[in-house]
């Protein structure tokens, strides 16, 4: 049986494999959260100003692989605000006769 020490070692290890891991792949991450902010923004600023939907029954219209895309409606302003949390943001505006727009990014 390995002692406390070699216990502990092997633990930092594993904790430095992913850290190095994690950062090796930061971009394509930031990337993906990126855009799965930006698609559930879009869909469902359109889900609820176009289509005229109630928010909890848009919230069903994503994909699979949103569940950690977080998303917030503001009625006042007809937008949407789509984000993941520590990685993206974006927000989508309603405009008569344009559709849902993507607010430019900063």
Not at 13 to 30: E, K, P
Not at 67 to 83: E, G, Y
Request: net charge positive; hydrophobic share 45%.
């Amino acid at each position: 049986m390995p002692g406390r020490r070699t216990i502990i070692y092997l633990a930092l290890a594993l904790c430095l494999a992913l850290l190095v891991t994690l950062g090796w792949h930061w971009n394509a991450l930031r990337d993906q959260a990126r855009l799965g902010a930006a698609y559930g923004a879009r869909l469902t600023c359109s889900c609820r100003y176009v289509e005229g939907r109630a928010m909890g029954s848009c919230a069903d219209d994503k994909e699979p692989g949103m569940a950690l895309v977080r998303l917030t409606d503001r009625p006042d302003d007809k937008a949407v605000d789509a984000s993941v949390p520590l990685l993206a943001t974006r927000t989508a505006r309603f405009r008569p006769g344009w559709g849902c727009l993507l607010d430019p990014v900063d």
